[in-house]
Protein backbone atom coordinates (compact mmCIF):
# COMPACT_ATOMS: atom_id res chain seq x y z
CA UNK A 1 0.00 0.00 0.00
CA UNK A 2 2.35 2.14 1.05
CA UNK A 3 5.16 1.64 -1.90
CA UNK A 4 2.16 2.02 -4.24
CA UNK A 5 1.51 5.59 -2.76
CA UNK A 6 4.62 6.21 -3.39
CA UNK A 7 4.90 5.17 -6.85
CA UNK A 8 1.60 7.20 -7.69
CA UNK A 9 3.47 10.36 -5.97
CA UNK A 10 6.62 9.65 -8.39
CA UNK A 11 4.07 9.73 -11.60
CA UNK A 12 2.53 12.65 -9.90
CA UNK A 13 5.89 13.98 -9.89
CA UNK A 14 6.67 13.03 -13.28
CA UNK A 15 3.37 14.49 -14.64
CA UNK A 16 4.23 17.80 -13.43
CA UNK A 17 7.68 18.01 -15.17
CA UNK A 18 6.28 17.03 -18.22
CA UNK A 19 3.69 19.79 -17.83
CA UNK A 20 6.05 22.59 -17.41
CA UNK A 21 8.52 21.20 -19.68
CA UNK A 22 5.97 21.20 -22.65
CA UNK A 23 4.39 24.61 -21.65
CA UNK A 24 6.46 26.86 -20.09
CA UNK A 25 8.85 28.31 -23.05
CA UNK A 26 11.70 29.14 -20.06
CA UNK A 27 11.92 25.95 -18.92
CA UNK A 28 12.54 25.04 -22.20
CA UNK A 29 15.02 27.42 -22.36
CA UNK A 30 16.48 26.57 -19.74
CA UNK A 31 16.40 22.31 -20.09
CA UNK A 32 18.49 23.37 -23.65
CA UNK A 33 21.03 25.19 -21.86
CA UNK A 34 21.28 21.99 -19.43
CA UNK A 35 21.93 19.91 -22.70
CA UNK A 36 24.43 22.12 -24.01
CA UNK A 37 26.29 21.97 -20.79
CA UNK A 38 26.74 18.61 -20.62
CA UNK A 39 27.50 17.89 -24.19
CA UNK A 40 30.37 20.42 -23.92
CA UNK A 41 31.31 19.09 -20.27
CA UNK A 42 31.74 15.49 -21.67
CA UNK A 43 34.11 16.88 -24.55
CA UNK A 44 36.26 19.01 -22.03
CA UNK A 45 36.27 16.42 -19.45
CA UNK A 46 35.36 18.10 -16.44
CA UNK A 47 36.29 16.31 -13.10
CA UNK A 48 33.74 14.81 -10.31
CA UNK A 49 34.06 18.13 -8.06
CA UNK A 50 33.26 20.72 -11.51
CA UNK A 51 29.93 17.90 -12.39
CA UNK A 52 28.95 17.97 -8.69
CA UNK A 53 29.25 22.50 -8.78
CA UNK A 54 27.31 22.10 -12.72
CA UNK A 55 24.50 20.14 -11.43
CA UNK A 56 23.57 21.87 -8.46
CA UNK A 57 23.83 24.89 -10.43
CA UNK A 58 21.63 23.33 -12.90
CA UNK A 59 18.90 22.12 -10.46
CA UNK A 60 19.03 25.95 -8.00
CA UNK A 61 17.67 27.45 -12.26
CA UNK A 62 15.23 24.67 -13.04
CA UNK A 63 14.00 24.19 -9.55
CA UNK A 64 13.92 27.78 -9.36
CA UNK A 65 11.97 28.33 -12.33
CA UNK A 66 9.71 25.46 -11.27
CA UNK A 67 8.73 27.29 -8.40
CA UNK A 68 8.44 30.48 -10.00
CA UNK A 69 6.16 28.88 -12.24
CA UNK A 70 3.79 27.60 -9.53
CA UNK A 71 3.69 30.83 -7.83
CA UNK A 72 2.65 32.63 -11.07
CA UNK A 73 0.16 29.57 -11.69
CA UNK A 74 -1.36 30.42 -7.89
CA UNK A 75 -1.43 34.11 -8.46
CA UNK A 76 -3.27 34.36 -11.66
CA UNK A 77 -5.42 31.71 -10.10
CA UNK A 78 -6.73 33.34 -6.99
CA UNK A 79 -5.98 37.00 -8.10
CA UNK A 80 -6.62 37.48 -11.61
CA UNK A 81 -7.06 40.93 -11.64
CA UNK A 82 -4.58 43.50 -11.69
CA UNK A 83 -3.17 43.52 -8.15
CA UNK A 84 0.00 45.57 -6.46
CA UNK A 85 0.40 42.13 -4.22
CA UNK A 86 0.52 40.23 -7.31
CA UNK A 87 3.10 42.48 -9.11
CA UNK A 88 5.59 42.52 -5.52
CA UNK A 89 4.64 38.44 -5.49
CA UNK A 90 5.60 37.73 -9.43
CA UNK A 91 8.34 40.01 -8.96
CA UNK A 92 9.96 38.84 -6.35
CA UNK A 93 9.47 35.16 -7.47
CA UNK A 94 10.98 35.88 -11.05
CA UNK A 95 13.73 37.56 -9.29
CA UNK A 96 14.70 34.48 -7.61
CA UNK A 97 15.37 32.66 -11.12
CA UNK A 98 17.27 35.52 -12.25
CA UNK A 99 19.49 35.32 -9.37
CA UNK A 100 19.83 31.60 -9.77
CA UNK A 101 20.38 32.41 -13.70
CA UNK A 102 23.59 34.65 -13.15
CA UNK A 103 25.02 32.11 -10.26
CA UNK A 104 24.74 29.74 -13.37
CA UNK A 105 26.59 32.29 -15.41
CA UNK A 106 29.15 32.81 -13.40
CA UNK A 107 30.12 29.48 -12.54
CA UNK A 108 29.81 28.44 -15.83
CA UNK A 109 32.57 30.80 -16.92
CA UNK A 110 34.39 29.71 -14.18
CA UNK A 111 34.73 26.33 -14.78
CA UNK A 112 34.83 26.70 -18.71
CA UNK A 113 36.91 29.05 -19.61
CA UNK A 114 40.17 28.06 -17.70
CA UNK A 115 39.18 24.61 -19.20
CA UNK A 116 39.14 25.77 -22.48
CA UNK A 117 42.27 28.23 -22.13
CA UNK A 118 43.98 25.04 -20.91
CA UNK A 119 43.27 23.12 -24.17
CA UNK A 120 44.19 25.82 -26.48
N1 LIG B 1 -2.24 40.36 -11.69
C1 LIG B 1 -1.17 41.15 -11.82
N2 LIG B 1 -1.12 42.34 -11.17
C2 LIG B 1 -0.05 43.16 -11.29
N3 LIG B 1 1.04 42.87 -12.03
C3 LIG B 1 1.06 41.70 -12.70
C4 LIG B 1 -0.04 40.78 -12.64
N4 LIG B 1 0.26 39.70 -13.42
C5 LIG B 1 1.47 39.94 -13.92
N5 LIG B 1 1.98 41.12 -13.50
C6 LIG B 1 3.28 41.71 -13.85
O1 LIG B 1 3.71 41.15 -15.08
C7 LIG B 1 4.93 40.43 -14.89
C8 LIG B 1 4.89 39.17 -15.75
O2 LIG B 1 3.89 38.32 -15.24
P1 LIG B 1 3.49 36.95 -15.94
O3 LIG B 1 2.53 36.23 -15.07
O4 LIG B 1 3.06 37.20 -17.33
O5 LIG B 1 4.87 36.22 -15.86
P2 LIG B 1 5.90 35.81 -16.99
O6 LIG B 1 7.25 35.95 -16.37
O7 LIG B 1 5.62 36.56 -18.25
O8 LIG B 1 5.55 34.30 -17.09
P3 LIG B 1 4.93 33.47 -18.28
O9 LIG B 1 5.80 33.76 -19.47
O10 LIG B 1 5.02 32.07 -17.77
O11 LIG B 1 3.51 33.98 -18.41
C9 LIG B 1 5.00 40.14 -13.38
O12 LIG B 1 6.33 39.97 -12.93
C10 LIG B 1 4.34 41.37 -12.81
O13 LIG B 1 5.25 42.46 -12.74
Do not use: C
Not at 42 to 70: D, K, P, Q, R
Not at 96 to 106: H, K, S
Amino acid sequence: MKGKRRKIGFRYAWDGLKEIASTESNFQLHLISTVIVIFFGIIIGLSNVEWAIIMLTIGLVLITEMINSSIEKVMDYVQPEIHPAVKHIKDVSAGAVLIAAIIAVVVGIMIFVPRIIELM
